[in-house]
């Protein structure tokens, strides 16, 4: 036997105090009776003497030692070893979007952690505990944690997400532990069905009588003072005849509305249409009741960016940038030569052309055939290299996202220059999109200003890039990187990522998820980004150093997450599962508290009859 507390049997002291108290008080206590003839014939009949009067005194003393005794063991908290009677538990809790489903006044989720609390309750002291959250990305929210009472109040505090789940890598997390200790009693609290499981538990806590109807993949457009709309409608489990009802911006009237009859696991396409001039947004809900309420309505924003950007073109030749701007954007072009260049202001994006500027402007610049190093270009320069002939440009291979996007639509075949300039002490956040001989020759990134930089290690002029197929389609994927609109989309799906355009100027990136929290994005890099986590509305503001802007994207339901009857696939943890127990502890703190209560009944009824009783 162990004790949590010892401190706690300091209390003991408290037993010989009492017994001196009880040797030194006053053995006599005065009564005050009436002196009546009734009184004194009373005594002829009571002339025996009640046998416990004299023992009473030495019952209380004992119960009162006990009771001392008892509270001395309850704060030192005694706990005995019980040998191989523990065991380690692993957790994995489902915390997707149909989680969210009721059964009742209860949702799944809430179940869910019920059904962990139970176990944790049940499990012996001395156990250790294990919970992974599964959602868009499962996570280990503890780690063989041996104490009970945090393991249960850090499991209240979880909410559910509105994502999809990803059972592999959840998996990956409790194969790590059985392999660790192949004892691991692994539970997977769910609402899905699976094929194949092993060496785990399944604990599902979904109803067979679960319903749920479904509105996704929504889209609108505006044509001749109409707004038409179209949305997919699905009944999962039953047949049923659903009302969907359109509402304008921030209405609460329905503008239209219209039914469509479904079959049980059926999915429609639905249209409906209303007149108005202009609209910022558009809610298609489908009024009839269900189990799951994220996916009932779904919105669309008219994200028209706030954003407007003019282009400085400074060149002695600017045909065909300012060709290739006139077709591919409707922003002002100005062009200046060299010499009437004089560092003006207040543009969204300058060309350079066979010219270096004294010092880069607070904006997104294309550096072309700039012959000069510029401070904080982040790169340096090592002079023309001319070529004997003409050399091919090699195309980058990389798989990385801004690669991709960069050269969306780009062939790279069949492009010669006759010379170019060689670079060296790149930054490493640009991307190399054309390369000679292993040396950059057309890149893009972020410079020292923190704005996006363009540079071409070469005269257009003096290539066939301008004539080629992959000019335009390049042109174009670089515009939209050095002046982007701050919000690609304004629909997503809970789980997806929001990437943010961090554009010149910009000072702050506040978004609000439709629970009210705030989080601000990192505007250090040319890309912020966050995970939509949740169904609604996410409001992003803007911060720049010419105002203010604000954006509404919305993020729906995820489809897979609809599904009431929908299954799990396999949870199949790999190796050969044994049953070895760790000792564990027996606290008799609950055994304790009955024996103080009696004991303390016992002494109350003592002293009420040494107080009350005739002697």
Excluded at 1 to 27: A, Q
Excluded at 269 to 293: G, W
Excluded at 523 to 543: E, R
Aim: net charge negative; glycine share 6%; hydrophobic share 40%.
């Amino acid at each position: 036997m162990t004790f949590m507390y010892p401190l706690g049997l300091i209390g003991l002291v408290g037993v010989p105090l009492l017994i001196l108290i009880y040797i030194l008080r006053s053995k006599y206590n005065e009564q005050t009776i009436a002196s009546t003839y009734l009184w004194t014939l009373s005594e002829k009949f009571f002339k025996r003497r009640n046998p416990l009067s004299g023992i009473t005194g030495i019952i209380s003393l004992v119960l009162q030692i006990l009771t001392v005794i008892t509270v001395s063991l309850l704060i030192a908290r005694p706990v005995f070893v019980v040998p191989a009677s523990a065991s380690e538990y692993c957790f994995v809790l489902d915390c997707s979007g149909s989680m969210n489903m009721k059964d009742g006044y209860k949702t799944y989720f809430e179940k869910g952690k019920d059904e962990i609390e139970d176990i944790i309750d049940d499990a012996r002291l001395g156990s250790t505990y294990t919970l992974i959250t599964l959602s868009g990305e499962s996570s280990v929210v503890y780690e063989r944690l041996s104490d009970k009472g945090l393991a249960v109040d850090m499991l209240k505090e979880l909410e559910c997400s509105d994502g999809s789940a990803d059972y592999s890598t959840a998996l990956s997390k409790v194969q790590k532990y059985f392999d660790e200790n192949t004892s691991t009693l692994v539970y997977l609290v769910t609402d899905k069905e699976f094929g194949s499981v092993n060496n785990a538990e399944i604990v599902n806590v979904s109803s067979q009588k679960a319903n749920n109807y479904a509105i996704s993949e929504a889209w609108g457009t505006l044509t001749n003072d109409t707004l038409y709309t179209g949305a997919t409608v699905t009944s999962y489990t039953s047949d049923a005849a659903l009302k969907v009802e359109l509402y304008i911006n921030d209405s609460d009237k329905a503008a239209a509305s219209t039914e469509i009859a479904l079959k049980a696991g059926e999915s429609l396409p639905v249209e409906i249409s209303a007149r108005t001039a202009s609209y910022d947004s558009f809610r298609l809900v489908i009024t009839n009741k269900d189990d799951l309420s994220i996916d009932n309505e779904i919105v669309n924003y008219n994200l028209n960016s706030e954003a407007s950007y003019s282009i400085l073109i400074v060149s002695e030749t600017p045909f065909f940038y300012q060709a290739v701007f006139d077709a591919l954007t409707d922003s002002a072009v100005d062009v200046v030569s060299p010499d009437e260049y004089n560092g003006q202001s207040g543009y969204g994006l300058y060309v350079f052309h066979s010219y270096t500027p004294d010092q880069l402007p607070d904006a997104a610049v294309w550096l072309i055939n700039s012959g000069e190093s510029v401070d904080n270009s982040g790169f340096g320069q090592r002079g023309v290299v001319e070529l004997d002939m003409p050399g091919e440009l090699v195309k980058s291979n990389s798989t990385s996202t801004k690669s991709r996007e960069l050269l969306a639509g780009v062939s790279g075949r069949d492009i010669y220059i006759s010379e170019y300039i060689k670079y060296s002490g790149m930054y490493a956040q640009f991307t190399t999109l054309f390369s000679y001989d292993s040396n950059p020759v057309i890149f893009a990134g972020v410079n020292a200003l923190g704005n996006r930089e363009v540079v071409f290690g070469f005269d257009i002029h003096k290539s066939d890039m301008a004539l080629s197929t992959d000019f335009v389609p390049l042109a174009s994927n670089l515009l939209k990187y050095s002046c982007p609109s701050i919000v690609d989309s304004a629909s997503y799906v809970s789980g997806d990522e929001l990437r943010i355009n961090i554009t010149a100027n910009i000072e702050s990136v506040k978004v609000t998820s439709p629970d009210g929290e705030e989080k601000y994005i990192d505007t250090s890099s040319d890309v912020g980004s966050m995970t939509l986590d949740k169904v609604g509305t996410y409001n992003i503001k803007v911060v720049a150093s010419d105002g203010e802007k604000n954006y509404d994207v919305y993020a729906a339901a995820p489809v897979s997450e609809s599904d009431p009857t929908a299954m799990g696939g396999d949870f199949s943890v790999m190796g050969e599962m044994t049953f070895e127990k760790t000792d564990g502890q027996y606290d008799p703190i609950v055994l304790l508290f009955i024996l103080l209560a009696v004991v303390f009944c016992a002494d109350w009824m003592v002293y009420c009859y040494e107080k009350y009783q005739l002697r």
